[in-house]
């Protein structure tokens, strides 16, 4: 199937591990994102990446380190995690800068 | 920055009735204002999107509106379906060539009654 796909779906970790979360498209897409959402299902842009150029970087902590070995994967991995990094967390693409999102199906982080 | 705000948080409708939801936007210059849908458990999903230059736009059942002097814009759906519960985000973004960085608002769950 063509799609946005991640990796895993659900994750449950310890406070102060590290995890990464993956994220591929095949949809031929050049641009790629990252978007938290909280609790009350607020979404909010973390990165954007361009034929793996970083183009976009929100205010967020260092500990988020978003990586693009080539343009249909952009994986996100998290340092150090705290309580409030709880979320679920989706990947998206798009053909270009400019162009419609897609959206993955999100991986729901759990730190406790 | 920009900022989004969305309204009802919640609408509950009869089935076969029609269902608006509102948002306004702060950013005058925002260009591209994109509605999307969630499913529980799932991720969002584009249904409409709607370009400055354009007035109104419809898809069958779904349509959207834009009043830049106002800096509103609704989402309308008519002949509601129990399929159309879901989530609903708003968004807008001033696309450049730096990239399209959507600001959504805060959703408005949507309940289609039998």
């Known amino acids: 199937d063509t799609a946005v796909s991640q990796t895993p779906k659900y994750l449950v970790t310890q406070m102060g591990n590290d995890k990464s979360i993956k994220c591929e498209q095949n949809l031929g897409h050049d641009t790629m994102y990252w978007y938290k959402q909280d609790s009350k299902k607020f979404l909010k842009i973390m990165f954007s990446y361009n034929n793996k150029e970083l183009i976009i970087n929100e205010t967020v902590p260092n500990r988020f380190s978003p990586k693009s070995p080539d343009k249909a994967h952009l994986n996100l991995h998290i340092n150090s995690l705290e309580l409030g990094d709880s979320a679920v967390y989706f990947c998206a693409s798009s053909l270009g800068r400019a162009d419609t999102q897609y959206f993955g199906p999100g991986t729901r982080l759990t730190v406790l | 920055g920009e900022n989004v705000e969305q309204h009802p948080s919640t609408l509950s409708v009869q089935e076969g009735d029609s269902a608006v939801i509102k948002c306004t936007y702060s950013d005058s210059a925002s260009n591209y204002f994109p509605w999307y849908k969630q499913e529980l458990g799932k991720g969002p999903q584009l249904i409409i999107d709607?370009?400055?230059?354009?007035g109104e736009k419809k898809d069958q059942r779904i349509a959207v509106t834009l009043n830049k002097t106002a800096k509103h814009f609704s989402l309308h759906i008519t002949e509601t379906q129990p399929e159309d519960s879901a989530v609903y985000f708003c968004a807008a973004s001033l696309i450049t060539g730096g990239g399209n960085k959507l600001t959504f608002g805060t959703g408005t769950q949507l309940k289609v009654e039998l």
């Open positions: 709607i370009r400055s230059n354009v």
